[in-house]
């Protein structure tokens, strides 16, 4: 996994509606990047069906999330459309970006279920990925350690 500290690494992907999505046009913002297996995955839907439930969660924090796989963009149109998903789903259809932010099992050819925080400065706050593809942060953990992040992260500047 990438380190805490380090700057994102920028990067240009495509969305589900075939749109580029770069990274670095956000600076300013904080950024929540979630990296998952598989569009349509029992696990991936659950997780994000939970983060679409409980959506406010991240509007009140001004956080801007993104799900990311190596799934095309009209895979991820679907998934998006059929679960009504109000966050972007990028493309990364050759690894590259699961590669750089070390989100990737190697063996099985998928992004790994990953987490990192990016400051508005575009340096990592948070990077944790999970061993197993079948764990998954729940919203209440996963807001818990947003909340810590930013908060360090307001107290040093």
Same mark, same amino acid.
């Given at each position: 996994?990438?380190?805490?500290?380090? /700057?994102?690494?920028?990067?240009?992907?495509?969305?589900?509606?075939?749109?580029?999505?770069?990274?670095?046009?956000?600076?300013?913002?904080?950024?929540?990047?979630?990296?998952?297996?598989?569009?349509?995955?029992?696990?991936?839907?659950?997780?994000?069906?939970?983060?679409?439930?409980?959506?406010?969660?991240?509007?009140?924090?001004?956080?801007?999330? @993104?799900?990311?796989?190596?799934?095309?963009?009209?895979?991820?149109?679907?998934?998006?459309?059929?679960?009504?998903?109000?966050?972007?789903?990028?493309?990364?259809?050759?690894s590259a970006v699961s590669?750089?932010?070390?989100?990737?099992?190697?063996?099985?050819?998928? /992004? @790994?279920?990953?987490?990192?925080?990016?400051?508005?400065?575009?340096?990592?706050?948070?990077?944790? /990925?999970?061993?197993?593809?079948?764990?998954?942060?729940?919203?209440?953990?996963?807001?818990?350690?947003?909340?810590?992040?930013?908060?360090?992260?307001?107290?040093?500047?």
């Amino acid at each position: 996994m990438i380190s805490v500290g380090f /700057s994102a690494p920028d990067f240009v992907l495509k969305d589900s509606e075939n749109k580029d999505f770069v990274l670095s046009a956000l600076r300013g913002k904080f950024v929540l990047l979630l990296f998952y297996p598989y569009d349509h995955g029992f696990f991936c839907t659950r997780q994000f069906c939970e983060y679409r439930d409980d959506w406010q969660e991240f509007k009140e924090r001004n956080i801007v999330v @993104m799900g990311i796989n190596s799934g095309s963009p009209e895979s991820h149109k679907d998934f998006k459309d059929k679960y009504l998903l109000p966050f972007p789903l990028l493309s990364d259809s050759d690894s590259a970006v699961s590669k750089k932010y070390g989100a990737y099992y190697p063996l099985a050819g998928i /992004s @790994m279920r990953a987490y990192v925080l990016i400051s508005p400065e575009g340096k990592i706050l948070y990077a944790k /990925s999970e061993l197993f593809p079948v764990l998954k942060k729940s919203l209440k953990d996963l807001i818990a350690i947003v909340d810590k992040c930013m908060l360090a992260f307001k107290n040093a500047a």
